[in-house]
């Protein structure tokens, strides 16, 4: 054992965004296993004098990329598939050229959930491991009384379609108790004005902003659902967070989702489709064995994102270059 790994994010120190958290994760798990770890983002260097470097996010590391193969020659590189990765055929041209230069120069390449192999090409599939994300249970608590909380968590960007939740709450009887709770940094000001305009005519929507982490993790833990309304994911640890935590899922049909949760989740919905989910909170909230599903659906699928089993994954992917 030993080595030293430098992962690379495009997120800032400070953001807490999905790269940053996964980044964070994923060096608390090496360190814990007794791994030297580096951070590094955009403009930071050190990364060169690593064993291994780990790049999140293909496209976006694909500068890094060329940079570690100059400097460091056969040195692995292992690339992290995340986000819009997954969605990159419907970017530009440009990128699309970064994407597919940084898989083929990766020694190898690591897939948050099982679906983020589907359409790459199969010398890529050959060196691609699949290492799920972990998370260990938040105390939350049985929820209680007569409120009915859902939480979302995310922020206000056009890709998570952050207010199709609010839409759908307006869907639902006048005797509906269902609130919903948002957690999420206003990355758009757009959609920030829109968040602050739908409360005024919404009595069902709560935009909460961005917040520490342990209160997001509680109000996930204490909810009677967590909703997850992205349009394209990698493999969210917002889900993963709510499986461990035993809360019902509800989510949007994309590859990210099928991949965490299996296609035949009864809590799925189609992208973008406000009157589906709307549908589906209203079961939920008058059907009690749905929520009992649920719960014992996250119980079932908790088990695979455990720590321990994270932690192994990356033990064996970097027993492959002899560390």
Request: charge should be positive; hydrophobic fraction near 45%.
């Amino acid at each position: 054992m030993g080595g030293h790994i430098a992962i690379w994010t495009p997120a800032t120190p400070h953001s807490r965004s999905g790269n940053r958290v996964t980044a964070l994760r994923i060096a608390l798990l090496l360190r814990r296993a007794g791994r030297t770890v580096s951070l590094h983002g955009p403009g930071e260097a050190g990364a060169a004098r690593a064993d291994v470097l780990l790049a999140l996010h293909a496209f976006k590391c694909a500068r890094v990329a060329r940079r570690w193969r100059m400097e460091r020659g056969a040195a692995p590189l292992v690339v992290l598939l995340s986000g819009t990765d997954l969605y990159v055929d419907a970017l530009e041209p440009a990128t699309r050229a970064d994407f597919s230069a940084t898989l083929a120069t990766a020694t190898r390449v690591v897939a948050l959930q099982p679906r983020a192999l589907v359409g790459l090409p199969p010398e890529i599939v050959a060196k691609t491991r699949v290492i799920l994300q972990s998370a260990r249970p938040w105390p939350g608590g049985a929820p209680s009384g007569p409120r009915f909380d859902v939480v979302q968590l995310a922020h206000l960007r056009a890709v998570k379609d952050p207010l199709l939740a609010a839409h759908a709450a307006r869907l639902l009887p006048r005797a509906s108790r269902l609130q919903v709770r948002h957690l999420g940094a206003a990355l758009d000001p757009e959609l920030a004005a829109e968040a602050r305009a739908e409360m005024e005519r919404n009595p069902r929507y709560h935009w909460l902003g961005e917040r520490p982490r342990a209160d997001a993790l509680q109000l996930v833990a204490g909810a009677r659902a967590f909703v997850q309304t992205s349009r394209a994911e990698g493999g969210s640890n917002a889900v993963v967070e709510a499986l461990v935590s035993g809360t019902p899922v509800l989510a949007t049909r994309i590859e990210g989702n099928v991949g965490q949760l299996g296609a035949d989740h009864p809590g799925l919905f189609e992208v973008g489709d406000a009157q589906a989910l709307a549908a589906l909170l209203e079961r939920l909230e008058r059907e009690p064995a749905l929520e009992r599903s649920l719960r014992a659906r996250s119980g079932e699928l908790a088990a695979r994102y455990a720590p321990e089993r994270e932690s192994e994954a990356w033990r064996a992917l970097l027993a492959e270059f002899g560390l």
